[in-house]
Every structure is written in structure tokens, then in C-alpha cells.
């Protein structure tokens, strides 16, 4: 019984920052991990980032680590996605998901926000 709504998404150029956030619904919501995947026209969804239901631990893919911050806050049910120094290359649909066991296995998705980088 989750469901996870993104925003933030829009266009920036090369070299900007945006931040998104996805908010949960559900009292469960501080015990799940949660993640952050991308989904570029013509390719696979890929892994960005992750974070802990606390907080503590999070993951990033390689090709966004320095650049991108995972956080959590479990008072507003809301995961954020702070992204910084962006390229073209991270133009896609962005989603967030839910992780009840805390193993990368996913099983709530939202319905996507549209990232485009401009150069």
C-alpha cells in the first residue's frame, strides 16, 4: 500500500541543478529503502541512487557520484534527489521506488518526471 508521486523534474541547462522529490504515501513509509532510476528514449532503466529507510547508507551509480545527493526526510514521507553540474546525458524520465526489505528489490513505482539537460 504505497504510492509515490514525483516533481521537480523540467529543462536546465548544461552545468545547472535541480532537485526532485517524491512523495509517499503509507505509515510504513520510514521503514522502507528507497531508490531513484532513470529511463533515457531507447534505453533501459538504470539504477541511480539509493538511500536506508534512516537515512544512513545510501549508493550511487558511478556515473553520478560527486554530482547527485540522495536524502531522505521520514517526517514529510518525501525522498529527494538533488542534482548538480548536469549533462545532456542525464536527460531521461526519472522515477522513484520503494524497497520494503531493504534488498534492491523494488515494489512501488511512481508515474515518472522528466529531466532535460541542454547544451
Known amino acids: 500500500q504505497v504510492q509515490l508521486v514525483e516533481s521537480g523534474g523540467g529543462l536546465v541547462q548544461a552545468g545547472g541543478s535541480l532537485r526532485l522529490s517524491c512523495a509517499a504515501s503509507g505509515r510504513t513509509f520510514s521503514s522502507y529503502a528507497m531508490g531513484w532510476f532513470r529511463q533515457a528514449p531507447g534505453k533501459e532503466r538504470e539504477f541511480v541512487a539509493a538511500?536506508?529507510?534512516?537515512?544512513?547508507?545510501?549508493d550511487y551509480a558511478d556515473s553520478v557520484k560527486g554530482r547527485f545527493t540522495i536524502s531522505r526526510d521520514n517526517g514529510k514521507n518525501t525522498v529527494y534527489l538533488q542534482m548538480s553540474r548536469l549533462r545532456s546525458d542525464d536527460t531521461a524520465v526519472y522515477y522513484c521506488?520503494?524497497?520494503?526489505?531493504?534488498?534492491?528489490?523494488?515494489?512501488?513505482w511512481g508515474q515518472g518526471t522528466q529531466v532535460t539537460v541542454s547544451s
Open positions: 538511500v536506508s529507510n534512516s537515512g544512513g547508507i545510501t
Open positions: 521506488a520503494a524497497d520494503p526489505r531493504g534488498r534492491y528489490a523494488y515494489a512501488y
